[in-house]
């Protein structure tokens, strides 16, 4: 176990649906990440927080909202989502702050499928 | 532009034997890098990282070694296991601008009996 937990491990949703993912760490972080990974492509970086303020949105559509209420919890709220949508969403945290802190432990991701 | 990359997309080795994976990084700004385990139904996990400063670095049956010169860096397993069956990631950073890891597209690693 790397300290940190997603739920719900896997989900089903239609694209009129809200649904949220949840992460939290228990690793005593200051930055928690959301990424996407898809089949055959690099993971990619959706949202970052810092300290519970969002440092980076990497260009992720307004579908997509996450929310960070402190430094140990992370939500990603879906609403209106498309098919190609499904991927595996993991969440990251990081010591943050200086440099010299920047390994990022992983969650085991959510399996979101969109029909 | 930045990118990482890894030259094979999948990897065979017998148990027993020594593994090596190899990645190339593109971005010279690049100060820190990690390799990470991915297996089946799990999140990355963190193996083994490695400074700009260093060009090799020896955990418990994995070094990864560093040469900036080439951009390039390997990961090897020693007297590879079943257990180490796996997708591995190699990621980069430049810590002077942000905690910000760039991931290569990984490579998968079968272990044959």
């Known amino acids: 176990e790397t300290g940190v937990t997603q739920t719900p491990r896997h989900l089903v949703m239609g694209m009129t649906n809200k649904k949220s993912l949840k992460c939290e760490q228990h690793?005593?972080?200051?930055?928690m990440y959301w990424y996407k990974q898809s089949a055959k492509k690099p993971l990619e970086l959706m949202f970052v927080?810092?300290?519970?303020?969002?440092?980076e949105n990497n260009s992720v559509p307004s579908r997509f909202s996450p929310e960070c209420p402190n430094s140990s919890h992370l939500f990603l709220h879906l609403h209106t989502l498309q098919p190609e949508d499904s991927a595996l969403y993991l969440c990251?945290?990081?010591?943050?702050?200086?440099?010299?802190?920047?390994?990022?432990?992983f969650g085991p991701g959510t399996r979101l499928l969109v029909l | 532009g930045e990118s990482v990359g890894l030259h094979l997309p999948t990897l065979s080795v017998q148990e027993g034997d020594n593994s090596i994976i190899n990645c190339a990084y593109s971005?010279?700004?690049?100060?820190?890098f990690i390799w990470y385990k991915q297996e089946s139904g799990k999140g990355p996990q963190f193996i083994i990282d490695?400074?700009?400063?260093?060009d090799k670095r020896q955990g418990q049956r994995v070094t990864v070694l560093l040469n900036k010169t080439v951009k390039h860096l390997s990961l090897q397993i020693a007297a590879t296991q079943p257990g180490d069956s796996a997708v591995y990631f190699c990621?980069?950073?430049?810590?002077?601008?942000?905690?910000?890891?760039?991931f290569g597209t990984g490579t998968r690693l079968q272990v044959t009996l």
């Open positions: 990251a945290s990081s010591q943050g702050g200086a440099p010299g802190h920047e390994t990022q432990y």
């Open positions: 690793l005593g972080h200051n930055a």
């Open positions: 927080y810092n300290f519970k303020e969002q440092t």
């Open positions: 971005n010279s700004a690049s100060d820190y």
């Open positions: 490695i400074r700009s400063n260093m």
């Open positions: 990621a980069e950073i430049n810590t002077g601008t942000a905690s910000k890891l760039t």
